[in-house]
């Protein structure tokens, strides 16, 4: 009996080992894989290999020279110094090769993000930066708290209503500049107006010069569109030709950009004003200190951090949602188109953290940019490695480049944002929202329209009219009523409570129907189909 007993607890201790060591393999597998979930970059970088090198540079510096240029336009957009445009263009390219769950996605200023901004920082480098930060604290918020689902209530017809109207926006608003005219009001239909009133103040250089950017633009993307891929039997010849092609299509804003302002150098040198150029920049790479929570004016008052905020008003929640809405979508398209899954509060994680990290080095609010993000994926981009040299080309061109923006064409950088966001105006969008459910034109011709007064009217108008649409739908939901000497009432969603009231009335109508009729009848209990 005591053998048995003895070998009974070893048995017990033996199980026990083998248990705590299980439980110690399982909790060693769950913090790896909580620890890959938070630090995407350990997921790939052990994978890491020579070919993937070679093809994220490549993607890399094709995405810089596409970015450079691009970012410059848009902070005019923005109505800042165009420094801050590339201030604005390197913190997410190294913090999104970390924490990002999409190889595609380029992280950097937009168009519609430098629309939104302009709109409530009025210029003033020190409410933009601030504005980053605050946007950025919102959104890390919003990735901690799980709340990427509040995304999901801005529906399809709303976001491209806002596309459409910003696309439009941004466009005539650099009409002034391919015309050379000054002091045009930044309002919409200001901005219609006193540039046609203006018109016969057109600078001929910057109207030739502008002109003749935006047709070498569109040539280089249609030669680009209309190139075939190498087949393996071309001759060297061919090969060569189609690489020379897709590189003068890839990176047409950059030689556009560098070639206009070889054109005002020459001008400049020889004595002659003819263009409107972008003027002194800051140069060398951007101080890395705290945002500035006050601002001291040129008289000497000081506007306290809650004065700002104020000012800042909606902004704190129009910039933080627009970003998260434009950046996830982005990285949602990409991540089906090649077969790959992103983390949707992964992505609230890294934008937050890239806009925090970005007020500390002077960037204006930041997002997901479509036409960068393409360019990657076209190029063969394999991890998010790429970001980082595009992010070092962003420094170089601060550190070095700066003194040669002075002769940057603002009629050049008009054309490059301009083809930019042709492509965003999808008039196609009307057909299809017709044929698909016709109701939906209603946000989208609300946020559309609205957004012409003021892009933030129209996004809140958008949302009101879907949220109410949405309402409604579950005040009233479809009733499918049958009378076969049982009245019975089929729902074609749930039951909640603000449709309580309504069923009430449907059902107490056709009881008197029914009893009118000659058939009494008695209620069954409902048949819900969720």
Same mark, same amino acid.
């Given at each position: 009996?005591?053998?048995?007993?003895?070998?009974?607890?070893?048995?017990?201790?033996?199980?026990?080992?083998?248990?705590?060591?299980?439980?110690?393999?399982?909790?060693?597998?769950?913090?790896?894989?909580? =620890?890959?979930?938070?630090?995407?970059?350990?997921?790939?970088?052990?994978?890491?290999?020579?070919?993937?090198?070679?093809?994220?540079?490549?993607?890399?510096?094709?995405?810089?020279?596409?970015?450079?240029?691009?970012?410059?336009?848009?902070?005019?957009?923005?109505?800042?110094?165009?420094?801050?445009?590339? #201030?604005?263009?390197?913190?997410?390219?190294?913090?999104?090769? %970390?924490?990002?769950?999409?190889?595609?996605?380029?992280?950097?200023?937009?168009? @519609?993000?430098?629309?939104?901004?302009?709109?409530?920082?009025?210029?003033?480098?020190?409410?933009?930066?601030?504005?980053?930060?605050?946007?950025?604290?919102?959104?890390?918020?919003?990735?901690?708290?799980?709340?990427?689902?509040?995304?999901?209530? @801005?529906?399809?017809?709303?976001?491209?209503?806002?596309?459409? +109207?910003?696309?439009?926006?941004?466009?005539?608003?650099?009409?002034?500049?391919?015309?050379?005219?000054?002091?045009?009001?930044?309002?919409?239909? =200001?901005?219609?107006?006193?540039?046609?009133?203006?018109?016969?103040?057109?600078? !001929?250089?910057?109207?030739?010069?502008?002109?003749?950017?935006?047709?070498?633009?569109?040539?280089?993307?249609?030669?680009?569109?209309?190139?075939?891929?190498?087949?393996?039997?071309?001759?060297?010849? !061919?090969?060569?030709?189609?690489?020379?092609?897709?590189?003068?299509?890839?990176?047409?804003?950059?030689?556009?950009?560098?070639?206009?302002?070889?054109?005002?150098?020459?001008?400049?040198?020889?004595?002659?004003?003819?263009?409107?150029?972008?003027?002194?920049?800051?140069?060398?790479?951007?101080?890395?200190?705290?945002?500035?929570?006050?601002?001291?004016?040129?008289?000497?008052? !000081?506007?306290?951090?809650?004065?700002?905020?104020?000012?800042?008003?909606?902004?704190?929640?129009?910039?933080?949602?627009?970003?998260?809405?434009?950046?996830?979508? @982005?990285?949602?398209?990409? /991540?089906?188109?090649?077969?790959?899954?992103?983390?949707?509060?992964?992505? =609230?994680?890294?934008? /937050?953290?890239?806009?925090?990290?970005?007020?500390?080095?002077?960037?204006?609010?930041?997002?997901?940019?479509? /036409?960068?993000?393409?360019?990657?994926?076209?190029?063969?981009?394999?991890?998010? +490695? /790429?970001?980082?040299?595009?992010?070092?080309?962003? *420094? *170089?061109?601060?550190? #070095?480049?700066?003194?040669?923006?002075?002769? %940057?064409?603002?009629?050049?950088?008009?054309?490059?944002?301009?083809?930019?966001?042709?492509?965003?105006?999808?008039?196609?969008? %009307?057909?299809?929202?017709?044929?698909?459910?016709?109701?939906?034109?209603?946000?989208?011709?609300?946020?559309?329209?609205?957004?012409?007064?003021?892009?933030?009217?129209?996004? !809140?108008?958008? %949302?009101?009219?879907?949220?109410?649409?949405?309402?409604?739908?579950?005040?009233?939901?479809?009733?499918?009523?049958?009378?076969?000497?049982?009245?019975?009432?089929? *729902?074609?969603?749930?039951?909640?409570?603000?449709?309580?009231?309504?069923?009430?009335?449907?059902?107490?109508?056709?009881? *008197?129907?029914?009893?009118?009729?000659?058939?009494?009848?008695?209620?069954?209990?409902?048949?819900?189909?969720?």
């Amino acid at each position: 009996m005591g053998d048995k007993a003895e070998s009974e607890v070893l048995m017990d201790t033996s199980w026990r080992v083998v248990g705590s060591t299980q439980d110690r393999l399982r909790a060693w597998w769950c913090s790896c894989c909580t =620890l890959k979930k938070r630090l995407p970059i350990l997921g790939w970088l052990p994978r890491y290999s020579l070919g993937w090198l070679q093809m994220d540079l490549i993607a890399g510096m094709t995405v810089g020279l596409t970015a450079v240029p691009q970012v410059l336009a848009y902070a005019e957009v923005a109505g800042l110094p165009v420094q801050y445009g590339l #201030y604005s263009a390197f913190m997410g390219c190294f913090i999104y090769c %970390i924490f990002g769950t999409s190889k595609d996605v380029t992280l950097g200023p937009t168009a @519609i993000m430098s629309l939104l901004c302009a709109s409530y920082i009025d210029g003033d480098p020190v409410y933009a930066v601030l504005l980053t930060f605050l946007s950025g604290v919102i959104q890390l918020s919003m990735a901690i708290l799980q709340l990427g689902f509040l995304l999901d209530f @801005i529906s399809f017809p709303v976001i491209k209503g806002f596309t459409c +109207a910003a696309a439009i926006t941004i466009g005539f608003g650099q009409v002034k500049n391919i015309l050379g005219l000054q002091h045009i009001p930044q309002q919409f239909f =200001l901005q219609v107006y006193y540039t046609f009133h203006n018109i016969c103040q057109t600078r !001929v250089g910057d109207l030739v010069l502008g002109g003749v950017s935006l047709v070498l633009l569109v040539l280089l993307k249609l030669m680009k569109e209309d190139l075939r891929p190498n087949e393996a039997d071309a001759p060297i010849c !061919v090969r060569v030709s189609r690489g020379i092609v897709w590189f003068f299509g890839t990176a047409r804003n950059a030689l556009v950009v560098i070639a206009a302002s070889c054109v005002a150098y020459a001008c400049d040198v020889s004595g002659y004003e003819v263009f409107t150029v972008t003027g002194k920049t800051s140069q060398g790479l951007p101080p890395f200190s705290a945002p500035p929570f006050t601002e001291t004016t040129w008289n000497g008052t !000081v506007i306290p951090f809650d004065e700002i905020t104020q000012d800042l008003g909606s902004g704190l929640v129009v910039i933080p949602l627009i970003g998260l809405l434009e950046s996830i979508a @982005i990285a949602k398209a990409f /991540g089906s188109q090649n077969d790959y899954r992103i983390d949707a509060n992964q992505e =609230l994680f890294a934008i /937050g953290l890239t806009n925090i990290m970005g007020s500390f080095v002077s960037a204006y609010p930041v997002t997901g940019s479509f /036409g960068r993000t393409a360019v990657n994926s076209q190029t063969g981009v394999c991890t998010p +490695a /790429g970001g980082v040299v595009t992010g070092v080309i962003v *420094l *170089l061109s601060l550190a #070095y480049l700066m003194p040669l923006f002075y002769y %940057i064409p603002k009629a050049a950088l008009a054309a490059v944002i301009i083809c930019a966001v042709a492509p965003m105006v999808d008039c196609s969008v %009307i057909i299809k929202l017709w044929r698909v459910k016709k109701l939906d034109l209603l946000p989208f011709l609300v946020t559309f329209l609205l957004s012409f007064w003021e892009v933030q009217y129209g996004i !809140v108008g958008g %949302i009101a009219v879907s949220g109410f649409m949405l309402l409604y739908n579950i005040a009233r939901p479809k009733l499918k009523v049958s009378d076969d000497d049982v009245l019975v009432v089929a *729902l074609d969603n749930g039951l909640n409570f603000p449709a309580s009231e309504y069923i009430s009335n449907v059902l107490y109508t056709e009881a *008197l129907l029914g009893i009118r009729r000659g058939k009494p009848g008695m209620l069954t209990k409902q048949s819900f189909c969720f």
